[in-house]
């Protein structure tokens, strides 16, 4: 047996997925990460991703070791000037700048041990939702997983 780390994105699980606890038996359809991937720290050290829109024909069977959910501070700014104004009139276009604008804040990655991962992810807030502030959201899980030894695979072979 191989320990094996693998990232589950908070998009794949809210979508897709179902949660899962250490000890539990899973079959993911993962993808690994190749190369350029790997030596720009993608995924947050792990070796393969969760796709759950891969071919689930050939999954990989593991066993949950460690579940760590990988926190990530961002910075927004809301501008909510055009909120309050009334609609345009007929067959005028008014463009509204986007509500939300997240920006990763660099070096704000942490790491909480948790024994199951949930379907949906908190978001925390640090301010009042006007003008620039700052958010701490569940970017995934950090998944270890015990899986069957096998032959090395190649970056990019979905398993």
Known sequence: MALKQVFYEEWQMGCCGEPFSVGDEIDWPLVDLDARQL???????AE???????????????????????????????DLRDLGRAAPPYGKVTLLPSGR??????????????DHCPKWFAEEDYAPPRGPHRVRRVHGALVTLEVPDGA???PGDRR
């Open 39 to 45: 030596l720009a720290g993608d995924c947050h050290g």
């Open 48 to 78: 393969a991703w969760v796709e759950n829109y891969a071919d689930t024909t050939h999954p990989t069977t593991g066993r949950v070791r460690a579940i760590d959910l990988v926190h990530q501070e961002y910075t927004l700014d809301l």
């Open 101 to 114: 604008s997240p920006e990763p804040v660099p070096g704000s990655v942490t790491f909480e041990p948790v």
């Open 152 to 154: 090395p695979r190649e």
